[in-house]
């Protein structure tokens, strides 16, 4: 499984400060690319909506820190006291993101990802209906 961040490119490309970068890093053939190989290879891409708040919110407590400055490179919590890099803890809160969504067992309580042998998904076994 691999989680991706929707970020907003185009809004980032008008900050005369990051524009050279975000230009240099090429994000749209990296998604692009991404999305193909995770097809290829039966892995499943999440995309986190642009709008999720994955460095703002505190991986250990879940609070959310209304007032996050891009200087501030270590995230502390007010809540909780937890304190972690801010890069660190908006990885782990995608990967609690991922680890939450729906659809992650069939009905006969196999995995709904393919197994990394056999490329084959469970499947829920049905009484066919006699007549």
């Not at 999720?52 to 007032?67: E, I, V």
Request: proline content about 4%; aromatic content about 6%.
């Amino acid at each position: 499984m691999v989680v991706l961040e929707d970020l907003n490119v185009s809004g980032m490309m008008k900050n005369r400060k990051l524009s050279k970068a975000v230009a240099d890093a090429s994000m749209r053939e990296f998604r692009r690319q991404l999305t193909y190989k995770c097809s290829w290879y039966g892995v499943e891409l999440i995309t986190a909506d642009r709008f999720f708040p994955s460095s703002k919110t505190c991986s250990y407590c879940g609070a959310l820190k209304a007032d996050l400055k891009l200087q501030e490179r270590a995230y502390v919590c007010a809540e909780c006291g937890y304190t972690e890099d801010r890069d660190l803890n908006a990885a782990i809160n995608l990967s609690l993101l991922a680890g939450s969504s729906p659809e992650r067992i069939n009905g006969r309580g196999g995995d709904v990802r393919p197994a990394l042998s056999s490329r084959q998904t469970p499947v829920k076994r049905q009484l066919k209906p006699v007549g």
